[in-house]
C-alpha cells in the first residue's frame, strides 16, 4: 500500500512539473520582451534559477542533516542528466540552434565549473588535507557565480528579436506565471524526490546510487520539461540556456551554500562520475561543429540518450 502512495505522489509531481514549465516559459519569455533582452539572458538566469530551486532544497536539507553523499550526487548527478539526458529529450523533440555567445562562453564557463568542481574535492592530490569542498571553497565558488550573474546581465543589451508566438503579457501576468511556475517546479520536484526516494529506500538502495540517479533524476524533472516545452515552442535559447545556466548554477551556487552550511566530504570514487560530465560537456561543445555549424540535431541528441543510458548501466554494475 505504502508503494502504491508513493507511486501516486510521484504522478501528481509530474502533473505539476509539466504545468509549471508551461507557465514558467511563457512568462519567462513575456518579460525576455518586456525588458527588450535576449532569451538566452532569461534563460541562464531566471530560469536556470528556477529550475535548480528543487537541487538547492534538496542539498540545504542533506548538508543540514550531513547526507554528503546526497549532495554529491545530487549536483554531479543533475548536471550529467541535464546535458545528456534532457538536451537529449529537447533535441529530439526539436533540433536546437545556438547563438555564439553560448558555445564561446556559457558551455566553456560550465565547463570551467566542473574542473573547478574535480581540483575543488581532491585535496589529497592537489593539496592537503581529506578530500572534500570546504567552506573556502564554496566562498570561492560563490565568488564564481557572481562573477557569471555580472556577465549574463552584462550581455543582457543582446538584441531580442522578437517571435511571433511569444504572448505580449502585463507586468502582473507576468509575475503570476512565473511565480506559478515556479511553485509548480518546486512543489512537483520535491514531491517527485520524496517519494522515490521511499520508493528508492524500499527497494534496498544506497543513499550514493539515490543521489547520483533518483535524486539527481528527480530534481532534474524541472529543467527537462522546461528545456523540452521550449524546445516544441522553438526557444532554443530558453531550452539550452536553461540547461548551461542550471549546470553552472548547481556547482558555484548550490553546491556553495552546501559547503557553507557544512563541508562537503567527498568519495574518490566519484571522481569518475566528474570525469564523465567532463567529457559530456566537451562532447556539448564539440557538437556544435559537428554537421551543421551552431546547432545540436536530431543524430547527435540521439548519441546523448545512449551515452546517459550506457552511464546507468555503469552506475548499476559499479554499485
Known amino acids: ?28 519569455a513575456a518579460l525576455a520582451v518586456r525588458l527588450s533582452v535576449s532569451e538566452i539572458v532569461i534563460g541562464l538566469t531566471v530560469v536556470s534559477f528556477g529550475t535548480s530551486a528543487p537541487e538547492l532544497i534538496v542539498n540545504i536539507v542533506a548538508s543540514l542533516q550531513n547526507k554528503s553523499d546526497i549532495t554529491m550526487g545530487n549536483v554531479i548527478g543533475s548536471n550529467i542528466i541535464n546535458i545528456l539526458l534532457i538536451l537529449g529529450v529537447a533535441g ?11 558555445i564561446w562562453r556559457e558551455i566553456p564557463f560550465s565547463l570551467l565549473a566542473v574542473i573547478a568542481l574535480f581540483i575543488s574535492c581532491n585535496d589529497r ?11 573556502g571553497d564554496g566562498l570561492l565558488f560563490l565568488l564564481f557565480f557572481i562573477i557569471f550573474i555580472t556577465y549574463s546581465f552584462a550581455i ?29 517546479l ?44 521550449a524546445a516544441y515552442k522553438g526557444m532554443s535559447d530558453i531550452a539550452i540556456g536553461n540547461i548551461v545556466g542550471s549546470n553552472i548554477f548547481n556547482i558555484f551556487f548550490i553546491l556553495a551554500i552546501s559547503a557553507i552550511i557544512s563541508p562537503v566530504s567527498f568519495e574518490p570514487q566519484l571522481n569518475v562520475d566528474i570525469l564523465i560530465l567532463i567529457a559530456a560537456s566537451v562532447i556539448l561543445f564539440l557538437t556544435m561543429f559537428i554537421g551543421r555549424v551552431r546547432k545540436l540535431d536530431r543524430a547527435e541528441a540521439i548519441f546523448f540518450l545512449v551515452f546517459y543510458s550506457a552511464y546507468l548501466i555503469f552506475l548499476i554494475i559499479r554499485r
Open 1 to 28: 500500500m505504502e508503494l502504491v502512495l508513493d507511486l501516486a505522489f510521484i504522478v501528481i509531481g509530474f502533473v505539476l512539473l509539466i504545468k509549471g514549465a508551461d507557465f514558467l516559459i511563457e512568462g519567462a
Open 125 to 135: 592530490l592537489f593539496g592537503n588535507g581529506p578530500d572534500s569542498i570546504s567552506r
Open 186 to 229: 518546486i512543489g512537483g520536484g520535491k514531491m517527485v524526490v520524496d517519494n522515490a526516494i521511499d520508493v528508492a529506500r524500499l527497494l534496498n538502495v544506497s543513499e550514493k546510487v539515490i543521489g547520483l540517479t533518483i535524486v539527481a533524476i528527480g530534481t532534474s524533472l524541472p529543467e527537462l520539461f522546461t528545456s523540452a516545452v
Open 92 to 102: 529530439i523533440i526539436k533540433p536546437i540552434l545556438t547563438e555564439k555567445n553560448t
Open 156 to 184: 543582457s543589451g543582446i538584441d531580442f528579436r522578437d517571435k511571433e508566438e511569444v504572448k505580449t503579457l502585463s507586468r502582473i501576468k507576468i509575475f503570476v506565471f512565473i511565480t506559478i511556475g515556479l511553485a509548480g
